[in-house]
C-alpha cells in the first residue's frame, strides 16, 4: 500500500497538491471576508429591526441528545491492510461520528478506538452491484463487468458499505437481512446528520461560508445545488480544492497503474485517499487562521454598523433601486418565458413526497401514544408510563422507527427538470426534508412531555384517569403539530425553488451585466462599501422579481387539500399561552421521577470516556434469533484481490483445474466464504459422535439436518461429517468365531445385576489383554456368549448396530512400548464404560474383512448367567 503510494505520489506532485489547495482556499478566503462583512450588516440589521414568520407553536429542545448514544453492536469489518474481516465493535455517540473498538470491553474502558468515520460525503450502500457501479466511474475506460470479480470477497450476503468520492471506504457485513436493515437505517443516519454540518446558530459564519462558496463556484461556472456542500466548513473546502484536482492527478496517475482492472482501481482509490487526507488537512489549518482574522474586525465593523446603520440602509436603497431599473425588464421576460411554465410542476413534483413523509411522522407519533394509552389503561400505571415515555423521548432519533417517514422522502423526483434548471441530484432536497421532519418530530415530544408532566406533577391518578390525561395532551398536541407542520413546509416549498430557479436566472443574466454592475460601485460610500456589495444587490434584485410569483405558486398549492397546508390567513390561536415557559425547563427525566430511578435504562452503555454518568442508548441493541453473542476477538480471512482471476485469465484457470494437484499440509484453515462458515466460527461448537442408521444418514450428511437424542428430545445439528475407516483383522482366531454371534439381550428392570457386572468385567478383560493372551481372553467370552444364548433361548433379542456415522479411531496403537501390534485393541478410556448400564456390542465378528470402531466395543449380556458368574 505505501510503496503505490510513494511511488505515484512524490514530492513533487505532493507540492503540487499543497500549492493548488493554497491557491484556492486562497481565493475563497478573500470572498470570505467580503461576505462576512455583509453578514454581519444583516445580523445587526434583523437584530434591530427584528421580523421573521409565525411563532412556532410546538417548544424545541435544545440539546435533544444530552447524555445519549444512537447505536451501538457487532459488526464485520474489512481489513484493507491484511485482507481479512475482523469483528469489530462499533460505537455511534451522540455526534453521530462512527468509531469501532477492538471490542465490547474496549470501548467501556474508554480505550482509544481502531478507527473513526465522519460520514459527511458518504453514501450508505446494501449491495456489491450498487458499489461496483460507483467505483467504475473512479478510472476513465476501465469498467469491470459483474461477473469478473470484486473488490471484497464479502463473508456474507449482507455487506454495508460506505462509499466516498474521495475519501477511504468502509466494507461491513452481518449475519442477518434484519441486522443488515437495522445497520443500514442507523448508517443512513449518520450521513444524514453529517451532511447537515452547517450550524443555523451561527448568524454571521453559517451565511458568510454559504455565500461565499456560492460566489465562488458561480465565478468559476458553476450554477446550481452541489451534492459536496456536506460536513463542516473544512471538509467542504476539501471537497472544493478536490472538485478540479481530483480530475487533473486522474489523467495524470491513472494511465501509468498496473495490474488487474480491480487492482488498478483499488490503488487508485488508495491514492485518492492519500491525496485527500492531504488536502483535508490543510484545509483545517487554513480556515481556522481564516476564521481567526474575521472575528479580530468583528468588534470594530460593529461599532461601525449600530452608529452608521441608518446611512447604510439609505445607501443599500439607492443602489438598488439603480440596479432594479436595469435588470427587472429582462429578468421578467425571463421569468415569463423560461420560469413561469415550470413552476407549478417543480412544486408538485417537492409537495407530493414531502407532505406524504409529514403525514407519516405523524402517524408514527400517534401509534406510539396509542400503544402507551393501551398499556396504561391494562393497569400499568406510571411505572408504565415512565417506562414508554422513556422511549418515546428520543422517537425523533431512531432511524428504525424513523425510516418509513424518510422512505416517503426518497420518491422526491425531479427528472425532466434537473437538466434545464440545472440540478445535480435531489437529494439536497431530500436531506433537507429528512432533517426537518426530524426536527418536528423531536418537537411534538417535547412538547407532549412537558404538557404531560405538567398534568401528572402532584397528582394520583388510576389507569382511565391517566389514559384520558394522554388523550387530552396528544390532541393538544397534534393539533399544534399540523400547523406547525403547515409552517415548516411552506418555507421548505419556497427555499426548493428558490435554490432551483435563482441559479438558473442568474446564469441566464450574468453574461448580459457583467459589464455593467462594475459602475455601481461608485455610488457607495467608501465608508460603506465592505457592507454593500453590488454582486450580494444584483442577486438580491434577481430573488425580488421572482420572489412574488413562487408565493402565489405556494398559496393556491395550500387551497389544494391533498397536501394539508393551512392558508397564510389562518393562525392558530395561542391556547397555551404559558407553554413557551416550559420549554425553559430541562428535559423530564421519566426514570427518576416515576421509577425511582434505580433500574438500568435498557441499552445504556459507557460513554466512553465522555461522561461518568452512563449514557442511554436510543436504538436497542439487535437480539439475533438462535444465535448466541460473537466472539470479539474472531478474526476471518478471506481471499484478496490477487487470487480472483481476469476475464482473460478464466480459461487458464479452468486448464490447471483439471490438472492433478500435489498435496499439501495445510498451515492455516481456509477462509470462511458463507454464513455458516462464520458461524461455525464465531458460535461455540459441541461435536459429538452418535450412532445413525443408514436412513437417517443421509438425511443429515446435506450439513444440515435434526437429531432425535436417546431422552427423546429433538437438536437441530450442522456441519455433519462421517468419517470412515477400514482396518483389516488379521487373527485366524477373530476370523474364526462364530457369524451367529452378534446380538445382545436386553431386558429392562432385570434383578441380576451381579451377572451382568461380572460379564462386563470379563468383556473389559477380553478388550483389555495383551498379545497372544488378548485373543485367547476374547475366544473365552464369546463361548461364554454362546452358553448364555442356549440357556436364555425364548428371550427378546436386538441386533446390535455399528456406528458409521461417528469419527473411527485413529490406526491401532501397539500395546507394548516397542512397537504396533496389528491384532491388538486400543484400550477405550474409563468414561467409554459406565457400570451397571447396558453398553451396546458390535456386529464386527465375521469371517470376512470388517469395518468397526474398536473404541466402542463392549461386551454385554442379559443378567442372570450365574454360571459365568461363578466361573
Not at 625 to 632: A, K
Request: one cysteine or more.
Amino acid at each position: 500500500m505505501g510503496d503505490v503510494i510513494s511511488t505515484h505520489l512524490d514530492e513533487g506532485k505532493r507540492e503540487m497538491i499543497t500549492a493548488r489547495t493554497r491557491q484556492v482556499t486562497g481565493e475563497f478566503g478573500h470572498v470570505y471576508e467580503q461576505q462576512y462583512a455583509v453578514a454581519l450588516f444583516n445580523s445587526v440589521r434583523f437584530e434591530i429591526e427584528g421580523g421573521g414568520g409565525p411563532q412556532s407553536q410546538l417548544l424545541h429542545r435544545k440539546n435533544p441528545l444530552e447524555d445519549r448514544s444512537i447505536f451501538s453492536g457487532g459488526l464485520f469489518q474489512y481489513l484493507e491492510e491484511n485482507k481479512r474481516w475482523r469483528n469489530r465493535f462499533v460505537f455511534v455517540a451522540d455526534t453521530y461520528n462512527i468509531s469501532f473498538y477492538e471490542n465490547k470491553v474496549a470501548h467501556e474502558r474508554s480505550l482509544r478506538p481502531k478507527g473513526t468515520i465522519n460520514c459527511a460525503g458518504y453514501k450508505a450502500l446494501t449491495s456489491m452491484e450498487e458499489y461496483l457501479e460507483l467505483i467504475n466511474t473512479s478510472l476513465p475506460g476501465i469498467k469491470a463487468k459483474v461477473g469478473s470479480g470484486q473488490f471484497v470477497k464479502c463473508a456474507t450476503q449482507f455487506p454495508l458499505i460506505l462509499w466516498h468520492p474521495y475519501a477511504r471506504h468502509h466494507y461491513f457485513c452481518v449475519l442477518t437481512e434484519k441486522e443488515q436493515k437495522k445497520w443500514h437505517a442507523v448508517l443512513q443516519d449518520c450521513v444524514r446528520h453529517s451532511n447537515n454540518g452547517l450550524s443555523e446558530e451561527c448568524r454571521v459564519q453559517t451565511p458568510a461560508f454559504t455565500d461565499a462558496m456560492r460566489l465562488h463556484r458561480q465565478a468559476q461556472g458553476h450554477y446550481g445545488t452541489w451534492d459536496m456542500m456536506c460536513g463542516g466548513p473544512p471538509q467542504i473546502l476539501a471537497n472544493l480544492v478536490m472538485e478540479t484536482l481530483h480530475p487533473e492527478l486522474r489523467n495524470l496517475i491513472g494511465p501509468r497503474l498496473k495490474g488487474k482492472i480491480q487492482q488498478r482501481q483499488r490503488n487508485w482509490m488508495l491514492i485518492s485517499e492519500a491525496v485527500y487526507k492531504q488536502v483535508l488537512s490543510q484545509t483545517q489549518a487554513q480556515y481556522e487562521a481564516l476564521v481567526q482574522a474575521c472575528e479580530v474586525q468583528t468588534s470594530r465593523l460593529d461599532t461601525v454598523l449600530r452608529t452608521d446603520m441608518d446611512q447604510i440602509i439609505t445607501s443599500k436603497e439607492h443602489v438598488s433601486g439603480k440596479i432594479r431599473a436595469l435588470v427587472l425588464p429582462r429578468a421578467g421576460q425571463l421569468l415569463r418565458g423560461s420560469v413561469q411554465p415550470f413552476l407549478s410542476s417543480i412544486l408538485e413534483a417537492l409537495m407530493e413526497p414531502t407532505s406524504r413523509g409529514f403525514s407519516e411522522v405523524r402517524d408514527v407519533f400517534f401509534r406510539e401514544l396509542v400503544e402507551v394509552s393501551k398499556n396504561t389503561l391494562n393497569g400499568g400505571g406510571k411505572d408504565k408510563l415512565a417506562e414508554h415515555m422513556e422511549k418515546i423521548s428520543m422517537l425523533a432519533f431512531h432511524p428504525v422507527k424513523m425510516q418509513s417517514c424518510y422512505e416517503k422522502v426518497e420518491q422526491l423526483n425531479l427528472e425532466g427538470l434537473q437538466q434545464r434548471f440545472d440540478v445535480s441530484s435531489p437529494s439536497v432536497f431530500i436531506q433537507r426534508a429528512q432533517i426537518l421532519m426530524r426536527e418536528q418530530m423531536d418537537n411534538a415530544v417535547y412538547t407532549f412531555e412537558h404538557l404531560l408532566h405538567q398534568s401528572l406533577e402532584g397528582k394520583v391518578q388510576g389507569g382511565e384517569d391517566l389514559c384520558k390525561t394522554i388523550h387530552c395532551c396528544q390532541d393538544r398536541v397534534l393539533k399544534k403539530y399540523d400547523y406547525d407542520s403547515s409552517t415548516v413546509r411552506k418555507k421548505f416549498f419556497k427555499e426548493a425553488l428558490l435554490q432551483i430557479i435563482i441559479p438558473y436566472m442568474l446564469k441566464q443574466l450574468s453574461p448580459s451585466f457583467h459589464l455593467d454592475l462594475p459602475r455601481f460601485q461608485e455610488l457607495i460610500f467608501e465608508d460603506f462599501s465592505q457592507f454593500i456589495l453590488v454582486e450580494n444587490v444584483f442577486e438580491e434584485v434577481v430573488l425580488q422579481s421572482v420572489t412574488k410569483d413562487i408565493m402565489m405558486a405556494v398559496k393556491e398549492a395550500a387551497v389544494q387539500k391533498k397536501h394539508n397546508l393551512y392558508r397564510d390567513s389562518m393562525i392558530l390561536t395561542n391556547s397555551d399561552p404559558n407553554l413557551h415557559l416550559l420549554g425553559e425547563n430541562p428535559s423530564v427525566d421519566w426514570a427518576t421521577q416515576f421509577r425511582g430511578g434505580n433500574e438500568e435504562p435498557e441499552g445504556a452503555l459507557g460513554g466512553g470516556g465522555q461522561s461518568s454518568r452512563r449514557r442511554r442508548q436510543v436504538v436497542s441493541m439487535i437480539q439475533l434469533d438462535e444465535m448466541g453473542p460473537l466472539p470479539y476477538e474472531s478474526c476471518l480471512e478471506v481471499p484478496g484481490v490477487d487470487f480472483i482471476p481476469e476475464e482473460g485469465e478464466i480459461e487458464e484457470v479452468e486448464v490447471k483445474a483439471k490438472e492433478p494437484k500435489e498435496q499439501k499440509t495445510p498451515t492455516e484453515p481456509d477462509s470462511p466464504d458463507s454464513v455458516q462458515e462464520i458461524c461455525y466460527h464465531s458460535k461455540p461448537v459441541v461435536e459429538m459422535m452418535v450412532s445413525a442408521s443408514e436412513e437417517d444418514l443421509a438425511l443429515l450428511t446435506n450439513g444440515t439436518g435434526t437429531l432425535t437424542l436417546e431422552d427423546g428430545k429433538e437438536e437441530e445439528v450442522t456441519l455433519i461429517t462421517t468419517v470412515v475407516e477400514e482396518m483389516h483383522r488379521k487373527s485366524p482366531q477373530w476370523m474364526s468365531a462364530p457369524q451367529e454371534v452378534n446380538e445382545q439381550l436386553v431386558e429392562t428392570g432385570s434383578p441380576y445385576q451381579e451377572a451382568e457386572g461380572g460379564l462386563q468385567e470379563k468383556g473389559e478383560a477380553a478388550i483389555e489383554g495383551k498379545g497372544e493372551e488378548d485373543e485367547a481372553a476374547i475366544k473365552n467370552a464369546i463361548q461364554e456368549i454362546e452358553i448364555a444364548v442356549q440357556e436364555e433361548d425364548g428371550e427378546r433379542i436386538t441386533q446390535c448396530a455399528v456406528d458409521s456415522d461417528a469419527e473411527l479411531a485413529p490406526p491401532l496403537v501397539d500395546s507394548s512400548p516397542s512397537g504396533h501390534d496389528d491384532g491388538g485393541f486400543q484400550p477405550p478410556t474409563n468414561e467409554a464404560l459406565n457400570e451397571g448400564k447396558a453398553q451396546p456390542i458390535l456386529d464386527a465378528l465375521k469371517t470376512e474383512d470388517t469395518v468397526v470402531d474398536p473404541g466402542e466395543v463392549v461386551v454385554v449380556l442379559e443378567p442372570g448367567d450365574t454360571a459365568l458368574h461363578n466361573k
